[in-house]
């Protein structure tokens, strides 16, 4: 990691230990970025262990409380890191927080290193939150029917449908998160961020890039998985009234 960098990663992590050693030192190599926290959001295994072993600044929900939540929390760990390294340099006044914060899922492995793209727009003042498109799309087990709920839903309530919007790979202005404070709960918050930005006139951009996570499987739990993903983007679109159009 540089010694002063632009970018802050942040990585919210559920039972992940297998994956997120390699998904942290990989992060840590794109240009600019100087700060990587690992959101620990309750696992039961030894991500927590493992992502401080491999040079995270980890912080730990004692439950899991959703990516929302660990996304929240991340960022908060930031701007304490931030304040802290300004007291200790004697800086005068208080810190203003000032990294812009690039969001990557722990399961990302050594394809993380590939996130720098995402950065580019946001460093440059060309976009206020990127978007990731993955280029090399993973074939997962379900129907598509979650993205097509969150595409229609964001395209109802903005008027621009994104090419993957529940990619969680996101690179934003610190102001751009703040616009977005309340985060929608849970997995509706790639969709509610979306909107949020938008209708406060902030720019998006989706940006390819060659990175590649875990494909859902078609299991018992992927389905779970996958309606806990369906009722909360639907509770997010609500709260925004753009949800599915009564027939």
Not at 49 to 77: D, L, Q, W
Not at 115 to 136: H, N, R
Request: net charge neutral.
């Amino acid at each position: 990691m540089s010694a002063r960098g632009d970018l802050a990663v942040i990585i919210p992590a559920r039972n992940e230990s297998d994956r997120i050693s390699a998904t942290v030192k990989a992060a840590s190599t794109i240009p600019g970025v100087d700060i990587v926290v690992v959101v620990d959001d309750g696992s039961v295994d030894g991500t927590g262990a493992e992502a401080a072993h491999a040079g995270a600044i980890v912080a730990r929900h004692a439950r899991n409380r959703g990516k929302a939540a660990a996304m929240e929390t991340g960022a908060e760990a930031v701007r304490v890191i931030e304040s802290e390294r300004h007291e200790r340099d004697g800086q005068v006044g208080p810190a203003t927080p000032s990294r812009h914060l690039l969001f990557l899922d722990a399961d990302l492995a050594e394809t993380a290193a590939d996130a720098s793209p995402l950065t580019e727009p946001v460093l440059a003042g060309q976009a206020d939150m990127t978007i990731a498109v993955f280029s090399d799309r993973v074939r997962q087990g379900g129907h598509g029917f979650v993205v097509a709920l969150s595409g229609s839903g964001i395209m109802r309530a903005t008027g621009w449908r994104p090419v993957q919007p529940l990619n969680g790979q996101r690179c934003l202005t610190r102001a751009a998160f703040e616009a977005g404070l309340p985060l929608a709960p849970g997995f509706g918050v790639e969709t509610g961020l979306t909107i949020d930005l938008l209708r406060r006139g902030l720019r998006i951009t989706e940006v390819e890039v060659p990175l590649a996570h875990r494909a859902t499987g078609s299991d018992w739990r992927s389905q779970v998985h996958r309606a806990r993903q369906f009722l909360d983007v639907g509770r997010a679109l609500a709260a925004r009234q753009a949800g599915p159009r009564a027939r």
